[in-house]
């Protein structure tokens, strides 16, 4: 409220993610426009992403795109792979795939790990180049070298499915290991199934209900994988 930028930044963040606050994506938005138009790049990035999700703001694609672009010639590497996925998934009237890998690839030679992920999806799924799983997954290795959880939850779930690699339980699971080591609930529950069957793994009932317990908060149906050893338990 003194006028203390990068503080009007960081509160408008906590309103639009409710940390410590009442959520209040309206007044984040407010606040980040603001901080926008005095040149603010991460708050010309946030905003990007609240118009694009339609958060706070009616959604707005073009508005979108005109802020990723803003905030990407303001130096916010990571626009550039945000501008990629507006492109892939072709909300852009007249851009598609062909553009998105442009994008991406400006983002990977700018350092940025979540473009190396756009890439890989692209090579998994024939997006835009062709299909090409062991492309994909050299992507994912290199995104999963720099501590990004998802990153290294896909990374193990190529080698887990075969995908550009030889099948490998036992890489799967370090993988996922590395991820469950951030809280990423998915590799929580992946390890949980490989430890109650003993997949790249030494079997282990009691190993998995953790993993299934540490992932039940906010994920169903590892609740009810926890649930369902609990009452194995309770029939021994």
Do not use: W
């Given at each position: 409220m003194?006028?203390?930028?990068?503080?009007?930044?960081?509160?408008?963040?906590?309103?639009?993610?409710?940390?410590?606050?009442?959520?209040?994506?309206?007044?984040?938005?407010?606040?980040?426009?603001?901080?926008?138009?005095?040149?603010?790049?991460?708050?010309?990035?946030?905003?990007?992403?609240?118009?694009?999700?339609?958060?706070?703001?009616?959604?707005?694609?073009?508005?979108?795109?005109?802020?990723?672009?803003?905030?990407?010639?303001?130096?916010?590497?990571?626009?550039?792979?945000?501008?990629?996925?507006?492109?892939?998934?072709?909300?852009?009237?007249?851009?598609?795939?062909?553009?998105?890998?442009?994008?991406?690839?400006?983002?990977?030679?700018?350092?940025?790990?979540?473009?190396?992920?756009?890439?890989?999806?692209?090579?998994n799924h024939g997006k835009g180049v062709t299909k090409d799983e062991s492309k994909a997954f050299h992507h994912l290795q290199i995104a999963s070298q720099s501590g990004l959880p998802v990153a290294q939850y896909n990374l193990g779930c190529q080698y887990f499915m075969g995908k550009g690699v030889n099948v490998d339980f036992a890489k799967a699971a370090a993988c996922f290991h590395e991820a469950a080591k951030q809280e990423f609930s998915p590799a929580l529950v992946n390890l949980g199934n490989m430890y109650y069957s003993g997949l790249g793994v030494e079997k282990n009932r009691q190993t998995a209900k953790q993993f299934y317990l540490e992932a039940s908060v906010g994920d169903k149906n590892a609740k009810a994988l926890y649930e369902q050893i609990l009452k194995e338990e309770n029939n021994d």
């Open positions: 003194q006028g203390n930028i990068n503080a009007k930044y960081t509160y408008a963040q906590l309103l639009r993610q409710g940390q410590g606050v009442t959520p209040d994506p309206s007044e984040a938005a407010t606040l980040f426009s603001e901080l926008s138009r005095g040149g603010h790049p991460y708050a010309q990035f946030a905003l990007a992403g609240m118009y694009s999700a339609g958060l706070g703001v009616e959604k707005n694609a073009e508005k979108s795109l005109q802020l990723y672009r803003l905030s990407a010639k303001n130096g916010i590497v990571q626009a550039h792979n945000a501008i990629g996925n507006l492109y892939l998934n072709e909300i852009i009237e007249g851009k598609g795939p062909l553009d998105a890998i442009e994008c991406f690839q400006k983002g990977i030679e700018m350092g940025d790990m979540h473009a190396h992920m756009s890439m890989a999806h692209c090579y």
